[in-house]
């Protein structure tokens, strides 16, 4: 890689990205578990999922929107839970 000019990506990290990007695009948790070789789907996003901003960005715009409605509308939506 150094020869070659190429930035040295470790097998951890293009596992771990990986798993992340199949996680992101909605496969379901105990087959990531199973496609790494884990027996624990929990072991799995510990260690190898990692957060996406665009999902985290996504539900600060649901709370942003909440959290702008005024007092009425805040009542209502409270009484329905």
Do not use: C, E, F
């Not at 992340?20 to 996003?45: E, F, I, K, M, Y």
Request: aromatic share 4%; proline share 2%; charged share 25%.
């Amino acid at each position: 890689m150094r020869d070659t000019g190429l930035r040295k990506v470790r097998l951890y990290s293009a596992r771990s990205a990986t798993l992340t990007l199949l996680a992101n695009a909605g496969v379901p948790d105990q087959v990531l578990a199973d496609w790494a070789g884990h027996t624990s789907a929990a072991t799995t996003r510990k260690h190898y999922i990692r957060k996406n901003p665009k999902t985290l960005g996504a539900a600060r715009d649901v709370l942003d929107k909440l959290l702008s409605l005024d007092a009425a509308v805040r009542n209502d939506l409270r009484s329905r839970v």
